[in-house]
């Protein structure tokens, strides 16, 4: 059977271990590892040049844990958007218990005022913010 998935997508990696690179974070002992190997998700911010796996990572996580995973665009979105995943992690914190992986995507171009809306969330437990 042809698989008509996306090079790109067969590809990418489905566990940390399949990670190429990054080893100051996912090596032996590094802060990511741990807290894979330690079943402890927590917020991050990652900062690097395209392609280097950022993305990649956030998902990583979700999936480790099992956690549903949000992307924003802080290029495309705004004020909606962080409504949005509010109001989706809150669902499914009641249904489930359990946090929301929210990963924003260039953050940096989101007013201080959007960037402030987040962080009663993640004080809360409600996100863990990548």
């Given at each position: 059977m042809l698989n008509r998935r996306p090079i790109r997508l067969r590809l990418w990696?489905?566990?940390?271990?399949?990670v190429v690179g990054q080893k100051h974070l996912l090596g032996p002992g590094q802060p990511l590892r741990s807290a894979f190997e330690n079943?402890?998700?927590?917020?991050?911010?990652?900062w690097g040049p395209p392609g280097v796996g950022k993305t990649t990572l956030a998902r990583l996580m979700?999936?480790?844990f099992d956690l549903p995973f949000i992307s924003i665009s802080a290029v495309l979105g705004g004020v909606k958007d962080i409504r949005d995943a509010v109001?989706?992690?809150?669902?499914?914190r009641q249904k489930t218990g359990r946090?929301?992986?929210?990963?924003?995507d260039e953050v940096h171009r989101f007013s201080k005022s959007q960037q402030d809306?987040?962080?009663p969330?993640?004080?809360s437990g409600l996100f863990t913010f990548i």
């Open positions: 990696p489905q566990t940390i271990d399949e079943a402890h998700p927590h917020s991050m911010i990652l979700a999936n480790a109001e989706k992690a809150t669902e499914n946090s929301t992986v929210v990963f924003v809306a987040f962080l969330h993640v004080e």
